[in-house]
């Protein structure tokens, strides 16, 4: 009589762990594909980031480089910024007006200064029907004012300082010294420096006395 031996079932044994072998990766699979994720992730958010630089910079380029861009008040006639307060352009320019400074023969002295943190050389001179620098009596918002006047003592000094450009990462500084018609009258100080196209002019207010 002959008996049959069971056929060895190794080989189907090594077939079904291969299989399941080949079902699950292994853990340095699963690595790589975490390490994948954030490298998208990380590539995604610069994506982001430049695309919101671009739509800035777009916005800046429909304002245009003369826009100033400080926080708080504006600067406009409306929202004059006080004594010691820097307006600040786009395109890299600073104007700062000082605190007015008391003297003994009834008169003021202050200062303004230009900063250029643009890319090119700055005209600061202006023209006859625009004047770069302006010093009157009464507030930012109100051109019309009654009882009381300023008078700009070295309107010639001041403009002598503004009559050539001013350099890339330069500054300079613009000596004013005022009289009022009596103590404890607003003034308002505008600077309308000159740019390709157009740019905003800054108003400042003070007291004086």
Request: hydrophobic share 35%; glycine share 8%; net charge negative.
């Amino acid at each position: 009589m002959i008996t049959r031996r069971p056929l060895p079932t190794v080989g189907v044994m090594d077939t079904e762990e291969a299989a399941t072998a080949a079902e699950t990766p292994p853990a340095a699979d699963g690595s790589r594909w975490f390490h994948g994720c954030w490298i998208a992730a990380i590539a995604l958010l610069a994506l982001f980031a430049l695309a919101a630089h671009a739509v800035t910079e777009f916005e800046k380029s429909l304002d245009g480089d003369g826009q100033m861009e400080q926080p708080g008040r504006s600067g406009s006639a409306y929202q004059p910024l006080g004594p010691g307060a820097t307006a600040r352009y786009e395109d890299g320019l600073r104007v700062t007006v000082s605190r007015p400074e008391a003297h003994d023969d009834g008169t003021y002295s202050l200062t303004v200064t230009y900063e250029n943190g643009t890319d090119e050389d700055l005209a600061l001179d202006g023209d006859s029907y625009s004047p770069p620098l302006d010093v009157r009596a009464g507030e930012a918002s109100d051109e019309d004012h009654a009882g009381y006047d300023v008078e700009w003592l070295n309107h010639a000094r001041s403009t002598a300082a503004l009559a050539q450009p001013l350099p890339e990462d330069d500054e300079r500084t613009v000596p004013l010294r005022l009289k009022p018609s009596r103590k404890g009258i607003p003034v308002t100080v505008e600077v309308s420096t000159p740019t390709p196209g157009s740019r905003d002019t800054a108003h400042f207010q003070l007291t004086l006395g």
